[in-house]
């Protein structure tokens, strides 16, 4: 199935769509390009906003994008390489069998699935500013994250039957 076409079936059911992505096999490319594909559009949805803050306060565009490019093309990833140990760790303790390579993938999956929410964000956030529209869509783009994550979790971690 085509990337799109998985991003949008997450929506209706996560699990599902990780027990295919597991099922492609155990591939540590295929995951750090989820994983840098999911920062890369998150530094594009900061796009709007930076711009926005830029020319509100008299500031360099530059700096501000190279700042953000820093942090989420060199730094994000490695925060989520460990974010996924420690929530493949948790999930071992709750009794999870999968292993590091499937949590890694749900949470990586689950930042490139809640990705459109996230840029529709950004949007709103560079044209609206801040205010009660931009906050609920965060808001919901944090929930869908943690659904996508956590349901693609429970579905990497249980046991196989």
């Known amino acids: 199935m085509a990337i799109t076409q998985d991003i949008?079936?997450?929506y209706r059911g996560p699990g599902a769509v990780m027990c295919r992505?597991?099922?492609?096999?155990?591939?540590?490319?295929?995951?750090?390009?989820?994983?840098?594909?999911?920062?890369?559009?998150?530094?594009?949805?900061?796009?709007?906003?930076?711009?926005r803050q830029a020319?509100?306060?008299?500031?360099?565009?530059?700096?501000?994008l190279g700042g953000a490019l820093l942090a989420w093309v060199m730094i994000a990833p490695l925060i989520f390489y460990g974010l996924a140990a420690l929530s493949h760790l948790l999930a071992r303790a709750l009794g999870g069998q999968g292993s590091f390579f499937g949590a890694r993938l749900a949470?990586?999956?689950a930042l490139l699935a809640a990705s459109p929410l996230i840029l529709l964000n950004g949007?709103?956030?560079?044209?609206?500013?801040?205010g009660p529209g931009p906050k609920a869509v965060e808001f919901?783009?944090?929930l869908v994250f943690l659904w996508f994550w956590i349901g693609g979790l429970r579905a990497a971690e249980r046991p196989e039957t």
């Open 8 to 10: 949008v079936a997450t």
């Open 21 to 51: 992505l597991l099922a492609r096999g155990q591939r540590e490319d295929r995951a750090l390009a989820i994983l840098m594909a999911g920062c890369l559009l998150v530094f594009v949805s900061q796009w709007p906003p930076l711009a």
């Open 55 to 64: 020319h509100f306060d008299g500031q360099e565009l530059n700096p501000l």
């Open 107 to 109: 949470l990586f999956w």
């Open 123 to 130: 949007l709103l956030a560079g044209f609206i500013g801040a």
């Open 140 to 142: 919901i783009s944090l």
